[in-house]
């Protein structure tokens, strides 16, 4: 694929994702064998089955109406690009694709995102999305459940209890 065809398919898929919302449109972009795999925590499918079901009961819907991303950086290669993302919400919906069995916590969160699209036969066949999930984690509060305060933009990990 050109680097345009790329960029343009790329560009629709994450539209349906986030503007549309609309799972079909977004599976239309992937090939018949897609993976997406959110690595920090886990997350995603393998197969247009488990695919498509992750997208419409965890993914599509899951961001908050806040959600603003911007993309900070693109680089294309053979087959692929990756893709650098800002995204900035307040976390007020259940989101279990990047927090797990959180409720929705009404915290600000700020991230950045690394994904790696791969392509092949002109649609999207891979996904894999990167993350600091500490970063998330102490945004949301939830240090405090491993053995760390949060306080005053500072975090302060008391070594583990003895048993």
Not at 1 to 30: G, N, S, Y
């Amino acid at each position: 694929m050109t680097q345009h065809e790329m960029e343009h398919l790329w560009d629709e898929h994450i539209r349906h994702e986030f503007v549309t919302k609309d799972v079909e449109a977004t599976m239309a972009t992937m090939v018949e064998d897609p993976s997406v795999h959110n690595v920090p925590v886990n997350t995603g499918g393998t197969g247009k089955a488990q695919v498509r079901a992750f997208y419409r009961d965890v993914f599509i819907g899951s961001w908050p109406d806040d959600l603003q991303m911007t993309t900070t950086n693109r680089v294309y290669g053979c087959d692929q690009l990756v893709e650098e993302i800002h995204a900035r919400f307040t976390h007020t919906n259940r989101m279990d694709w990047f927090l797990p069995g959180v409720p929705a916590t009404h915290r600000v969160v700020e991230v950045d995102f690394v994904v790696i699209v791969q392509f092949r036969d002109g649609k999207l066949a891979c996904e894999r999305i990167y993350w600091d999930q500490a970063t998330v984690l102490r945004q949301v509060g939830l240090p405090s459940i491993v053995g760390c305060e949060v306080g005053s933009g500072t975090t302060d990990c008391a070594p583990p209890t003895a048993y």
